[in-house]
């Protein structure tokens, strides 16, 4: 590769998308590459490239400053294969939704030429990929709520960026009301995306549906974690199953039709789970130590009369009037 065919690569892949890189920043930049080159050599090329690459623009100032348009064909050496195409339609498919918006945004070029890869392909086992991969929920299905896409970017923004925001939330069934935030994680849990945050200097952390934020505004302050805070333990303590009590955890025993409670053999609900057949093995009784949640009582109430719940007699009581 000629030294003039290297420098035009490397200032290409220097330009930003989207966002102006000015001719004094691609010579600096050139320099500590090793390249020799002035700003007018540089504009001269950079004119003749905007003709080869229709994607690359100026915004028409003196200097003048150069940008890949948002939506420009993404230019690799080498290109993507089908296995690299394949890999981002399904991250495009299945985990664009967990990314931040401008995440999202910087991969769509490369999203749109995975799409032209396996268009042009003829080996089916790739170009029909779409038909042949699909993700199920273990619940009901519901639509996504919907969110206001420059409030969750902004969320995103200071999340990331560890700032404070102050914003007007509506919790369920209260007014909506205005709270300085101090984000700390974001949950994606199905069809719902919750922040994780605490409440101008509280330490408590809680979460908060991203659906049911109506104004932001970001702050310069930092964030305040509380101390010890760990997203995990958070997580393990129940906040997300309705808690009746916090980290309350007891010892359930329930009796199960043995059909109903095969998939517990497999995917058991505690480390200490123990499953034991009684009624000649038509039913099966199963003890765990569980969290005391709401999610839990709900998911034994799905079971109909398929499931008995046996202990704790607190919990059997409750059960059972409902």
Same mark, same amino acid.
């Given at each position: 590769m000629s030294d003039t065919i290297l420098r035009q690569?490397?200032?290409?892949?220097?330009? $930003?998308?989207? !966002?102006?890189?000015?001719?004094?920043?691609?010579?600096?930049?050139?320099?500590?590459?090793? #390249?020799? =080159?002035?700003? /007018?050599?540089? !504009?001269?090329?950079? =004119?003749?490239?905007?003709k080869v690459f229709p994607g690359l623009n100026n915004d028409g100032h003196k200097p003048a400053g150069w940008f890949w348009e948002a939506d420009a064909e993404v230019i690799d050496i080498p290109g993507i294969n089908p296995s690299m195409a394949l890999s981002f339609k399904l991250v495009e498919s299945f985990l664009k939704p967990l990314l931040p918006p401008v995440v999202g945004q910087h991969l769509q070029p490369y999203f749109t030429g995975a799409e032209q890869v396996l268009g042009e392909m003829d080996d089916q086992g790739f170009a029909q990929w779409n038909q042949r991969v699909r993700i199920l929920p273990?619940?009901?299905?519901?639509?996504?709520? $919907?969110?206001?896409?420059?409030?969750?970017?902004?969320? @995103? !923004?200071?999340?990331?960026?560890?700032k404070r925001f102050t914003a007007r939330y509506k919790p369920r069934e /209260?007014?909506? %009301?205005? @709270?300085?935030?101090?984000?700390?994680?974001?949950?994606? /849990?199905?069809?719902?995306? @919750?922040? =994780?945050?605490?409440?101008?200097? @509280?330490?408590? &952390?809680?979460?908060? %549906?991203?659906?049911r934020f109506t104004w932001?505004? &970001?702050?310069?302050? &930092? =964030?305040? $974690?509380?101390?010890? #805070?760990?997203?995990d333990s958070y997580l393990a303590s129940g906040s997300f199953d309705y808690p009746t009590?916090?980290?309350?955890?007891?010892?359930?025993? %329930? !009796?199960?039709? /043995?059909? %109903?409670?095969?998939?517990?053999?497999e995917t058991p609900l505690s480390e200490d789970q123990v499953i034991t057949p009684i009624d000649n093995g038509e039913w099966v009784r199963v003890e765990a130590t569980v969290l005391d949640t709401q999610q839990l009582?709900?998911?034994?109430?799905?079971?109909?009369?398929?499931?008995?719940?046996?202990? &704790?007699?607190e919990l059997a009581v409750k059960l059972d009037r409902e």
């Amino acid at each position: 590769m000629s030294d003039t065919i290297l420098r035009q690569w490397t200032m290409l892949r220097r330009i $930003k998308r989207g !966002q102006r890189t000015g001719t004094q920043e691609l010579k600096d930049y050139l320099e500590k590459e090793g #390249f020799e =080159v002035g700003q /007018r050599t540089i !504009q001269r090329d950079l =004119v003749e490239l905007a003709k080869v690459f229709p994607g690359l623009n100026n915004d028409g100032h003196k200097p003048a400053g150069w940008f890949w348009e948002a939506d420009a064909e993404v230019i690799d050496i080498p290109g993507i294969n089908p296995s690299m195409a394949l890999s981002f339609k399904l991250v495009e498919s299945f985990l664009k939704p967990l990314l931040p918006p401008v995440v999202g945004q910087h991969l769509q070029p490369y999203f749109t030429g995975a799409e032209q890869v396996l268009g042009e392909m003829d080996d089916q086992g790739f170009a029909q990929w779409n038909q042949r991969v699909r993700i199920l929920p273990r619940s009901q299905p519901l639509l996504p709520a $919907k969110v206001d896409t420059q409030i969750a970017e902004t969320i @995103y !923004q200071c999340l990331f960026e560890g700032k404070r925001f102050t914003a007007r939330y509506k919790p369920r069934e /209260r007014d909506e %009301a205005q @709270y300085d935030f101090n984000p700390l994680a974001l949950i994606f /849990r199905e069809s719902i995306i @919750y922040l =994780v945050a605490t409440l101008w200097d @509280y330490e408590d &952390p809680r979460h908060f %549906a991203l659906h049911r934020f109506t104004w932001i505004e &970001p702050q310069d302050q &930092p =964030v305040s $974690k509380p101390e010890g #805070f760990d997203l995990d333990s958070y997580l393990a303590s129940g906040s997300f199953d309705y808690p009746t009590e916090p980290n309350k955890h007891i010892r359930l025993v %329930a !009796q199960f039709k /043995r059909e %109903a409670a095969l998939h517990l053999e497999e995917t058991p609900l505690s480390e200490d789970q123990v499953i034991t057949p009684i009624d000649n093995g038509e039913w099966v009784r199963v003890e765990a130590t569980v969290l005391d949640t709401q999610q839990l009582r709900w998911w034994l109430l799905g079971f109909g009369k398929s499931s008995v719940v046996t202990g &704790p007699n607190e919990l059997a009581v409750k059960l059972d009037r409902e």
